[in-house]
Every structure is written in C-alpha cells, then in structure tokens.
C-alpha cells in the first residue's frame, strides 16, 4: 500500500516553454517532490521532472520519463509498521535535505520563491 504525505512543486529555472495548444496550457518545467510510505520500504521521497498543464479547466500532471530526466527515490526512514513518531522524522528529514536533493545531486536550478503544493 502506497499513500503520499506530501507533495510540493518547484519550478525550473532557465527552461524553455512549451509551445501551447488550443486544449493544452501549461508548463513542462517542474519538479514535483513527494513524502511516500510504503508498507514494505518504509517513508520515502520521491523526486522527478513533471509536466503541469491545465485541460478542460483541470490542473494536472504527467511524469517525464528517459535518461534525460533524471530523477531521485530514497528511501528516509525505513520501518515496517506506520507510526506517527515515524512520520513526523521522515518529515523532517525530507524537509532538511530536499532542496539539496535537487539542486546538488540532481542538478536542477529551481526557483525557491514559487513552491506550490
């Protein structure tokens, strides 16, 4: 069993748009960042390159998948049972490290000022 905790966006700097279409707005160049736990692995996050757009007046996302994308899980507190001393740990690590996760190991230039949940 999978549940998010926590999922933020951040936007990448210095990308180009996406050309628009006539039922398609929206903007290729974010990151969403999520706070998972899983029964098996234990409370880990989750960070790729998304694409949010708007359709039919519906804000969505769809994941950027391939060797270009690079993306990061890993795993921040393992445990077997789902605890909420557990949880309040795994939130805290996720976020102390996640700006690093993505500007350091990741290397992307995200825009800090516009995170949106």
Do not use: W
Not at 22 to 28: N, R
Not at 38 to 65: H, N, Q, W
Not at 70 to 87: G, Y
């Amino acid at each position: 069993m999978r549940k998010t905790i926590r999922e933020d966006y951040y936007h990448i700097t210095g990308m180009q748009a996406a050309k628009e279409r006539d039922y398609v707005k929206g903007d290729p160049n974010y990151i969403r960042a999520s706070l998972c736990y899983d029964s098996k692995r234990g409370y880990y996050a989750d960070i790729r390159p998304v694409y949010k757009f708007t359709l039919d007046g519906s804000e969505m996302t769809s994941t950027s998948y391939g060797a270009a994308t690079p993306s990061l899980t890993e795993v921040l507190v393992e445990c077997s049972r789902q605890s909420k001393k557990s949880e309040a740990e795994a939130i805290k690590t996720y976020e102390y490290s996640l700006v690093s996760a993505i500007t350091d190991r990741l290397k992307y230039k995200i825009d800090l000022e516009e995170v949106t949940a």
